[in-house]
């Protein structure tokens, strides 16, 4: 004799096999979500992972830092300021020779002025600027950090010579990409 099911049994079926379709819908949106944040954001996504110690609380930051800078209106320099900018740079560089440190100190007020003109509001804070620039500059935004934080030991007197050369070299990079 052939086993029957009942309604009932039909339909705690048919809500299993629902249930089991949506967290499969749900779970698949997530690492797409994950996936298309850790290939925007490249390695400061796993800088922002470490630091919140959560990958879902890293998400949600890293989201919204795009749609903070989605609210900016980030423009390109006009080809004026570029080449302003292209010869302040030059002198900085030079000067980095005769006084490294005030070079140094020279560099981080330019990328500072050179973001403010592209739009970036520079009034938060280094941390709010760092992460503002990260979506859009998600590879150089390391080298800002790294820079900023060789400036901010310069001025403690706690860096070597060596250190403010590569400061420079990370504030070079950043402001290619920035002028750019």
């Known amino acids: ?5 009942t309604p009932t049994t039909t339909y705690v ?10 967290v499969a819908v749900v779970a698949l949106a997530r690492r797409n ?14 800088r922002t992972v470490r630091t919140t110690g959560d990958r879902t609380a890293a998400e949600r930051e890293l989201e919204q830092r795009e749609k ?4 900016m209106h980030i423009e390109e320099l006009p080809p004026g300021a570029k080449s302003r900018y292209t010869e302040e740079w030059r002198t900085v560089q030079t000067r980095f020779v005769d006084e490294p440190k005030a070079a140094l100190a020279n560099a981080d007020r330019l990328i ?19 992460a503002d620039l990260s979506p859009d500059h998600p590879s150089v935004v390391q080298n800002y950090r790294a820079a900023h934080d060789i400036a901010s030991r310069s001025e403690r007197g706690e860096v070597s010579t060596e250190d403010l ?3 420079m070299v990370h504030y070079r990079t950043l402001f290619d ?4």
Not at 177 to 180: I, Q, T
């Open 112 to 130: 500072t002025n050179v973001m403010r003109d592209r739009g970036y509001p520079m009034n938060g804070g280094f941390k709010q600027s760092a």
């Open 13 to 22: 079926l048919a809500a299993i096999i629902i249930i089991a379709i949506i």
């Open 33 to 46: 979500r994950s996936a298309s944040l850790r290939k925007r954001f490249g390695p400061e996504y796993e």
């Open 68 to 71: 903070r800078v989605k609210r």
């Open 177 to 180: 990409d920035l002028v750019e």
């Open 1 to 5: 004799m052939p086993a029957t099911t």
């Open 165 to 167: 050369r590569q400061a």
